[in-house]
């Protein structure tokens, strides 16, 4: 059977076979993940980090946010951005409500 | 716009934004936040608040939340701007928004951003002309990106 009379007699079939992949096919983009895992590697858990603007260096870090926003102003940084560190084996499960 | 995963150690990679808070002149440093599509509102440490935006809460409205434990914990809210800002540093959009701020919040990223807010772009027009939904999506299986989506309302731009 051709493909498109076959589309036009059942069309389900263009749901779940292999037509679909073919057609509509998903858009891939070179997006990957950022990993900062090595970066923050030596950062205590749970303490705030002042990241370069570029995410690529440590420029200090603290117990609150000032704290580490102030270390990155020693090192010449303005601008740092804020993170807060995960503790070991912390988990997500769902949203706050 | 698409925003790559991150990942810290000890966690999975997780869809983060970096945003700015801003109240009059007064603005935060940038803050990596964590998009949770369940969060009712954004949620900052009360330290943002008051040491950054200068925000007097003590007669703002109370919003008590709790997670899955069920414990409750208690948030003032406030009338704020926020920032997004895209992968290369340049600001994506700034919205206006009500936030909740909070002494006991814990959280890898320290900050929740709700997954989906409805916002007008901060400008001097009505809110109805240039309301707008920000949407954000967790990517699909194929990728771990976040994708921002907004939709401008057609309502009152003829």
């Not at chain 1, 079939?13 to 030596?42: F, H, N, P, Y």
């Not at chain 1, 303005?78 to 997500?92: A, F, Q, R, S």
């Not at chain 2, 309302?153 to 003829?158: K, M, Q, V, W, Y």
């Amino acid at each position: 059977m051709k493909p498109n009379l076959r589309s036009a007699l059942f069309p389900a079939d263009s749901l779940i076979g292999g037509d679909m992949s073919e057609k509509k096919r998903v858009k891939q983009e070179s997006t990957s993940v950022r990993d900062l895992s090595v970066l923050l590697k030596d950062t205590p858990a749970g303490a705030w980090v002042a990241l370069s603007p570029d995410e690529t260096r440590v420029l200090g870090f603290g117990n609150s946010m000032q704290a580490a926003a102030y270390r990155a102003q020693l090192e010449g940084e303005e601008n740092p951005v804020l993170v807060k560190m995960p503790l070991p084996g912390e988990g997500l499960a769902a949203g706050v409500r | 716009v698409r925003f790559p995963y991150k990942k810290l150690p000890n966690t999975q990679p997780r869809p983060y934004l970096n945003v700015v808070l801003r109240h009059g002149y007064k603005t935060s440093n940038i803050v990596m936040a964590l998009v949770d599509s369940g969060a009712d509102y954004p949620i900052f440490p009360m330290e943002t608040a008051q040491c950054y935006l200068g925000l007097d809460l003590t007669l703002a409205e109370v919003w008590n939340f709790s997670g899955t434990s069920g414990l409750i914990q208690v948030a003032k809210l406030a009338e704020v701007s926020l920032a997004v800002l895209r992968p290369d540093g340049s600001q994506f959009c700034e919205i206006s928004i009500t936030c909740a701020f909070c002494d006991t919040f814990q959280m890898s990223g320290g900050v929740l951003l709700r997954g989906r807010m409805d916002f007008s772009p901060a400008s001097r027009q009505p809110s109805t002309s240039q309301k707008a939904i920000l949407r954000l999506n967790a990517g699909p299986s194929v990728e771990r990106v976040v994708q921002l989506e907004i939709r401008l309302a057609l309502a009152g731009r003829h």
